[in-house]
């Protein structure tokens, strides 16, 4: 971080240290919801891939206000709104594939 800030910024560093905690936590989830996006890219369907794109992305932004607004959470909420969307978003993926993988194309 110290590449963007001083190193006397001391605050906006530990504000940084928090987020990469709690990001590189849950990094797993993203990894997943890449390979559900392949997976269904590869047999044909594609707008499952948008689909989980547009739940990831906007169980985000929606928990993003949500979160920081609640005093307990702060900043902090934006942080975990980003592992939350990934995490929904892998369940969707997941679930749609057991749910309809006898009529999929595997």
């Given at each position: 971080m110290s590449l963007f800030i001083d190193a006397g910024e001391t605050a906006v560093i530990a504000e940084g240290v928090r987020y990469l905690r709690i990001e590189g936590s849950f990094y797993f989830l993203i990894g997943g919801l890449f390979l559900l996006y392949g997976l269904y890219r590869a047999i044909g369907k594609p707008g499952m891939s948008v689909i989980l794109t547009i739940v990831s992305l906007g169980t985000r932004v929606a928990l993003s206000y949500t979160l920081s607004a609640i005093p307990a959470f702060g900043v902090a909420g934006i942080w975990w709104s980003v592992p939350i969307?990934?995490?929904?978003?892998?369940?969707?993926?997941?679930?749609?594939?057991?749910?309809?993988?006898?009529?999929?194309?595997?």
């Open positions: 969307g990934w995490l929904l978003a892998d369940v969707l993926g997941v679930a749609y594939y057991f749910v309809n993988r006898k009529k999929l194309a595997i």
